[in-house]
């Protein structure tokens, strides 16, 4: 998966999602059709395109109601759409044992139909149980969720699946997390790796003047891939995937703003691809969690939470057709 012949592009097509105090922000349940209808809209039926979703692995014993998001992603794969399957480490008794059973289990029952697996979420985030960074022995769940993935699609003979991990930026104390990860796992790791991911919202936790956005993208891109990825022993040829990205129509912050937030951040993004060998970019997410809440983590979809679409889905169309596979 090359970044040479344009950005593979994704959604992630759910309405819960986690917000920053451990907990998840919800609405109205998920209406598979006329999410099929909106995927179908931003990107037509046999053209490559990623569907996101996260499973959990959690102890047996974890009283949480963890389920899929979105409930049922496989269904939406298939025509050329593609899973981008985040496999989440929850498991507050570092079992990382049984973390690895669970990945080989995915990739045997999900591998046909999975192009991406992403193993652990967000894991340099330690402060929130939403993400995995807060439960422990996460470093090790990573490394050896990496290899025993990347051993069981070899088994299973695909091919096609590539296996990677991400992080949010690394700045101050956290700079090091990847070169950590790469000197416990070896050259083993390295060499298993399809892609590493990057979550990352400009002008959302933190403003960005609309004229400094282009540059504020690039310029994280670049720091990233030459002072985080590059001397950790990450290959420059493996592709940076950006796995997460939106910005919340929400009080002052306007669904015109949030079209042209999209555009100049994946314009941005696109004009840096060849030289920072980006491969993918994933939205989130398709529809708001709940369209009548307060809040920001409640409004980061293309559209409402009763699927009418904000100006920014007809600017992800476009963009989709200009740089898009």
């Given at each position: ?22 907990g ?9 059709e ?6 179908g809209k ?16 959690v ?27 985040v496999a ?33 979420e ?31 699609a070899?088994r ?45 919202f ?69 004009g ?9 970019y ?12 307060p ?5 980061f ?25």
């Amino acid at each position: 998966m090359t970044a040479s012949a344009g950005l593979l592009f994704g959604i992630y097509p759910g309405g819960a999602t986690g917000d920053d105090t451990g907990g998840l922000a919800r609405g109205p349940a998920d209406d598979p059709e006329r999410i099929r209808a909106a995927i179908g809209k931003l990107r037509p039926g046999g053209r490559p395109f990623l569907v996101r979703g996260y499973v959990s692995f959690v102890d047996s014993d974890d009283t949480r109601e963890i389920t899929e998001a979105p409930d049922g992603v496989e269904r939406y794969a298939g025509d050329g759409r593609v899973l981008d399957l985040v496999a989440q480490y929850q498991s507050h008794r570092g079992d990382v044992a049984g973390y690895t059973g669970f990945i080989r289990r995915l990739v045997r029952d999900h591998g046909r139909s999975t192009a991406t697996l992403q193993i652990t979420e967000e894991p340099n985030v330690a402060g929130n149980p939403t993400l995995d960074g807060y439960y422990p022995k996460v470093r090790d769940a990573l490394v050896e969720g990496v290899l025993a993935a990347d051993d069981e699609a070899r088994r299973q003979g695909f091919d096609h699946l590539r296996i990677g991990f991400n992080t949010t930026p690394l700045f101050g104390p956290g700079e090091g997390f990847i070169t950590a990860l790469t000197e416990r796992g070896g050259k083993e790791f390295t060499a298993a790796l399809g892609y590493v991911g990057l979550d990352f919202f400009p002008d959302v936790f933190r403003p960005v003047p609309p004229k400094g956005l282009h540059d504020a993208v690039t310029g994280l891109l670049r720091l990233h891939r030459t002072e985080r990825l590059t001397p950790a022993g990450i290959d420059p040829a493996v592709p940076l995937h950006i796995t997460e990205n939106g910005w919340p129509t929400f009080g002052d912050r306007t669904p015109e703003r949030q079209a042209e937030v999209l555009e100049a951040t994946v314009t941005a993004i696109a004009g840096c691809r060849s030289e920072l060998a980006i491969g993918a970019y994933t939205h989130f997410a398709l529809r708001d969690a709940d369209s009548d809440a307060p809040g920001l983590f409640h409004h980061f979809g293309l559209l409402t939470d009763d699927y009418r679409p904000k100006p920014a889905f007809t600017t992800y169309q476009a963009l989709i057709e200009r740089f898009g596979r």
